[in-house]
T-cell receptor, first 113, second 115 residues
Framework: NAGVTQTPKFQVLKTGQSMTLQCAQDMNHEYMSWYRQDPGMGLRLIHYSVGAGITDQGEVPNGYNVSRSTTEDFPLRLLSAAPSQTSVYFC????????????FGSGTRLTVV | SQQGEEDPQALSIQEGENATMNCSYK?????LQWYRQNSGRGLVHLIL?????REKHSGRLRVTLDTSKKSSSLLITASRAADTASYFC???????????????FGGGTRVLVKP
């Protein structure tokens, strides 16, 4: 099993550009989520999904969109990149939210110039 | 806002010594989890302790949970250079929202184990 796969691993964007960070899991997990990690801030939840067709906002959702058309995929879209979105992004999944351990992807390091 | 707060923020020890870090949280929880993150990598789950448990062991790891004080501790015994990493505690939201219990992380403890 591959677990949680994130692509790309690194990305540089210009201010105002848009892009999609991909996340896929092959563990049939119901719950998927996106976090951003900034120095000294720990991980902050951006968006999450409790199942296909269901998404909701986390702590820092502004500037990001998500969709969950399949159980496996949970892409994160940056609508108009800003330097404040420079961060490391992690996708995580679990069988059932709040009751199980989470599996994390290896992260996408994004720089917005 | 962060649910869990780790203490200390950084810890430097010699190989073979024990490393202890603490986590405090604010709201009621279903469980508390500890994760490790090596530099530039994703987070790896270490141990989960449920709200009705007080202590749990896994290899060289010992976790305690005191729900009355809303705190947890992670002890790594006989540390090794390979234990050098950041350690995060994470809590769920205790079911406040019907949508579920989102995992909330603290800022982490950076541990350096010197050979």
């Amino acid at each position: 099993n591959a677990g949680v796969t994130q692509t790309p691993k690194f990305q540089v964007l210009k201010t105002g550009q848009s892009m999609t960070l991909q996340c896929a899991q092959d563990m049939n997990h119901e719950y998927m989520s996106w976090y951003r990690q900034d120095p000294g801030m720990g991980l902050r939840l951006i968006h999450y999904s409790v199942g296909a067709g269901i998404t909701d906002q986390g702590e820092v959702p502004n500037g990001y969109n998500v969709s969950r058309s399949t159980t496996e995929d949970f892409p994160l879209r940056l609508l108009s990149a800003a330097p404040s979105q420079t961060s490391v992004y992690f996708c995580a999944s679990t069988i059932r939210e709040g009751r199980s351990t989470y599996t994390f992807g290896s992260g996408t390091r994004l720089t917005v110039v | 806002s962060q649910q869990g707060e780790e203490d200390p923020q950084a810890l430097s020890i010699q190989e073979g010594e024990n490393a202890t870090m603490n986590c405090s949280y604010k709201t009621s929880i279903n469980n508390l989890q500890w994760y490790r993150q090596n530099s530039g990598r994703g987070l790896v789950h270490l141990i989960l302790i449920r709200s009705n448990e007080r202590e749990k062991h896994s290899g060289r790891l010992r976790v305690t949970l005191d729900t009355s004080k809303k705190s947890s501790s992670l002890l790594i015994t006989a540390s090794r250079a390979a234990d050098t990493a950041s350690y995060f505690c994470a809590t769920d939201g205790g079911g406040i929202k019907a949508a579920g219990n989102k995992l909330t992380f603290g800022g982490g403890t950076r541990v350096l184990v010197k050979p």
